[in-house]
DNA sequence: CAGGAAAACTGACAATTGTCATGTTTTGAC
DNA sequence: GTCAAAACATGACAATTGTCAGTTTTCCTG
């Protein structure tokens, strides 16, 4: 982006500040811009039939929320929900729109980051269809280490409710609960109230490769 | 895209066949551009560690198989296998690559049509992590039915084996052939030989949604 | 800090799905 | 056409997962 357009974009945003369990916009929702997260955590999710919501991604720092429904011009496919309080800059699509066809170097950038979630909801789906319950718990402890980290003692950064992680997951929140405590009888993890740490890492690597 | 870049681009291509079964290209590796789906269908799988093939997307007339890979510059993620007798043609990366950066009104272009799979993408797992096999496999043929038609007797017009709908569907062949033997006894469906017919369709959207 | 609501947890059971074993049918090469 | 290999099909059973019902714990509000 040229400076001149970086600024236009510094003028024109809004930095808007999202308490844990609001929502920043909602499923069928028509989005004027998108948002990048500057700090805290949000879920993405979506309504299934059944009335259980589907968390598709966890976003974080750097990430641009609404992206998607902007570019292809469609209502929001997904809502979105802070999971830990958030910091989020808005930016209108008149600008992203305009920046898109005045400079294709942006438009790449952007094209690279879509290849890139593409890529990881291709390996979303696979892990959801060919894998047990148990891997996919497993996985999603590691994959909140790796990403969001932990603390001193050990314990993940981004704490989840037992149904945002069965919602992640993909399964009832009992049977995600009650992996849970497997899990902590076999000393993989360990627990304290709702924060969850790893304890033996290579042991559950192993049970998320299944076995 | 303007008259110079299509002269180049249709300069370049290279048209190729490629019969039922055989692969376009693999899973990891390296790829030199992209293909033009001109004619055929396939399918793009990925190896799961437990040795499944998850069958990802089918694609037909009109995709572009391997435009992920090349935009992001990365190696395949998934594998594209013909399923039906294919005609496609090669572009070469240089040219992609080249006309993107120049062509901001391609790269928009690109863009949406990414984003249009990706959304896509979000409902399959949605799909795989809410719905019963038995849904599952009801969407599967309607949504064969709806993307490749059917023939004057009302079969499919794609005809994927029992292990190929098992493996878009997510579940074990032995399971999918069950659930189409139940089809059939519950009229939903009409099969002969390995072909298979929508019969009841107002039934069989309402086994989709789950009774 | 009391009280009520929400979240976490557990048990019992049913339904779904996968696995293995085996038989039948179809397909394709010769 | 024949024959072997592959694909299709079914049964029996085990493992996984969901549902419902109820208890305990945690959290929040006044």
Redesign the interface.
Known sequence: MSKAELKKVSDTKITKFVKKGEAIFSEGEKLNGVYCVRDGVSKLS?L???G?D?I?KLATQGAVLG???V????TS??SAVAVKDMEVCFIPKDIIEET??????F??E???H??????E???????????TVKQRVAEAFIYLRDNFGEDKEGYLSLTLSREDIANV???ATESAIRIISDFKKLGLIKTSGKMIGIYDEKRLIEMA??H
Request: aromatic fraction near 0%; charge should be positive.
């Open positions: 979506k299934s039939p059944n259980k589907q598709v992206q998607r429904s570019i292809a011009q469609e496919n997904l898109l066809s005045s400079n294709p170097d438009a790449v952007v094209l690279r879509m290849a890139h979630d593409l890529k909801a291709d390996d979303v789906i696979v892990n959801m269809s060919q894998k997951v993909g399964t490769k299944g």
